[in-house]
């Protein structure tokens, strides 16, 4: 055991290309960094990976990039590490004593199980600048934007992955290079094939540069959102329907911050409304479309997918909406919504 915890334990005073050494020689990306023999932090492939894109100094210490919130288990608690694992996406857990010293590691083979073997591919719109989310887009593209110990669109897969779809169509633009790179030197090999526009299309132009690469139904993804629901239950009601594309709707409510009053025409007040609230029902990004929806957009256009979709609507084909709650639907595209993003996925 002694052999096994050398291989995942390091030093916080070790620089970060020795500490990337050293996660080379285990099997599961990752080790924990100590101070004084005791556990104070976690260190990934991952984590390293998006501090070089940054441009980060390899000869500087691991405290700069060390995730100083590890999870852990103390060795008399009574938990289900494997759960614990899957719960939190980690391939390895850290048992401590009393004093944070690590005295064992669990380790899991498959941190995100197949729940459903759904197996449809999934295009994800990577193509945009990401604009609502400067600076951190003048650095990175949205699609490599980290949440936690992962890119946006890593958590996007691993989601499609639990629910048995497997392989990825990336439409990229801006920064697709740098995309690319990311993916094709990824620890976890996704099974992703990039498809590059020539200029920027909007959200459906590029679409139509997949038209017959499918037979059938397929999703369709912003790099930006995640959708915490039973994809395979959106899959039968999307073919139950008929649908020629069904979007993926969040009930939303909003409560106004002030009173509210009607007046009648002649000036004279007839109701007042303490902080009224308002559902409605908003897109979410994500959606189901079959083959029929590539043809009804142009070629060589810049046009976005509410566009081709409301043709559709005026054309009298069949769109659905698969109603989630809103604590279904984790959204980034803007600076507070991405910090939101960000606190819940490292509370789970």
Known sequence: ?????SNYLIDESMTIIDALRQINKGEKSVVFVLKNNRLVAALSDG???????NGGDLAKTVKEIANYSPVYVHEKDEVNY???MREHSITALPLVDDCMTVIDIKFISNPNPVVDKLDIPVVIMAGGI???LRPFT????KPLIPIGNKTITEH???RFNMHGCTHFDMIVNYKKNLIKSFFQDNEYKYDVSFVEEPEYWGTAGGLKLIEGKYDG???ITNCDILIEEDYKAIYDYHKKNNNIITLVCAKKQVVLPYGTVDVDENGNLTAFREK????FKTNTGLYIAEQEFLEEIPENTRIDITDVIENCVKKGKKVGVYLISEDSWMDMGQMEELKRMEKRLNAE
């Open 1 to 5: 055991m002694e052999n096994i915890l």
């Open 47 to 53: 984590d390293v990976r998006r501090y070089i894109i």
């Open 82 to 84: 494997s759960k614990l």
């Open 130 to 132: 990401g604009s609502r």
């Open 138 to 141: 003048e650095i990175l593209p």
């Open 156 to 158: 996007i897969i691993d």
């Open 217 to 219: 139904a397929f999703f």
């Open 276 to 279: 009224p609230s308002f559902e």
